[in-house]
């Protein structure tokens, strides 16, 4: 495995801002490539398979759970799981890649007890509880239930955001992007 590539883990709730972020920040670092996780929830309209997501189905997830396919997995809401493949992984730093995952508070602590130092754990921060569901019902992806559920674990993962080694809060979406980049630029080119 090439030693000198890293590891940036990417922690949000869902509603604040991080894909934005991540669409802004990421094509300005060549050599980061974006883990595609492994999913049994359906695709939201604009999402592509093999994108996004590897969306696969409950049979297919637990056959990799079975192989020990997975560097972390989790049920992130109630019957819905999520999960890292290491192939995938290891492929992309094997290519010469600094990898960036977007997971849960639970996968990100994972990850980062894994890879140590070699990885920076990123906790996005929505400015209020409010504004996250503001934004959620905005977004128009939720229904009632799934928006409860989102709103339950992004109270339950602000509450861990000081396990991270970095907190970014997003209250203007240009000053976010400016911060995580500079924070990517800081830690890239540390030795
Ligand atoms: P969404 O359904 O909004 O795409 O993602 C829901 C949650 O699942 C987010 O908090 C996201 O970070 C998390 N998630 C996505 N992929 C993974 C993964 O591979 N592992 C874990 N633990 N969480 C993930």
Same mark, same amino acid.
């Given at each position: 495995?090439?030693?000198?590539?890293?590891? *940036?883990?990417?922690?949000?709730?869902?509603?604040?801002?991080?894909?934005?972020?991540?669409?802004?920040?990421?094509?300005?670092?060549?050599?980061?490539?974006?883990?595609? $996780?492994?999913?049994?929830?359906?695709?939201?309209?604009?999402?592509?398979?093999?994108?996004?997501?590897?969306?696969?189905?409950?049979?297919?997830?637990?056959?990799?759970?079975?192989?020990?396919?997975?560097?972390?997995?989790?049920?992130?809401? %109630?019957?819905?799981?999520?999960?890292?493949? =290491? $192939?995938?992984?290891? $492929?992309?730093?094997?290519?010469?890649?600094?990898?960036?995952?977007?997971?849960?508070?639970?996968?990100?602590?994972?990850?980062?007890?894994?890879?140590?130092?070699?990885?920076?754990?990123?906790?996005? /921060?929505?400015?209020?509880?409010?504004?996250?569901?503001?934004?959620?019902?905005?977004?128009?992806?939720?229904?009632? =239930?799934?928006?409860?559920?989102?709103?339950?674990?992004?109270?339950?993962? *602000?509450? /861990?955001?000081?396990?991270?080694?970095?907190?970014?809060?997003?209250?203007?979406?240009?000053?976010?992007?400016? %911060?995580?980049?500079?924070?990517?630029?800081?830690?890239? $080119? /540390?030795?």
């Amino acid at each position: 495995m090439d030693y000198s590539t890293k590891v *940036i883990i990417f922690t949000a709730p869902s509603g604040s801002g991080k894909g934005s972020i991540l669409a802004r920040v990421l094509p300005l670092f060549e050599d980061i490539a974006f883990s595609v $996780s492994a999913t049994t929830r359906s695709p939201r309209k604009g999402e592509i398979n093999n994108v996004h997501y590897h969306f696969i189905t409950a049979e297919q997830f637990q056959n990799h759970v079975k192989n020990n396919d997975f560097l972390e997995w989790e049920e992130v809401y %109630e019957g819905t799981f999520y999960g890292t493949l =290491k $192939s995938e992984t290891y $492929s992309l730093l094997n290519q010469g890649k600094h990898v960036l995952f977007e997971v849960d508070v639970k996968g990100a602590l994972a990850i980062k007890s894994y890879f140590k130092d070699r990885a920076l754990s990123i906790f996005i /921060q929505p400015p209020s509880l409010e504004e996250l569901k503001k934004r959620l019902i905005e977004r128009g992806t939720e229904n009632e =239930k799934t928006l409860q559920q989102r709103l339950k674990k992004a109270e339950t993962e *602000i509450l /861990q955001a000081h396990l991270f080694d970095k907190v970014v809060v997003n209250y203007e979406l240009d000053k976010a992007c400016t %911060e995580v980049e500079e924070i990517l630029r800081n830690f890239l $080119s /540390q030795n």
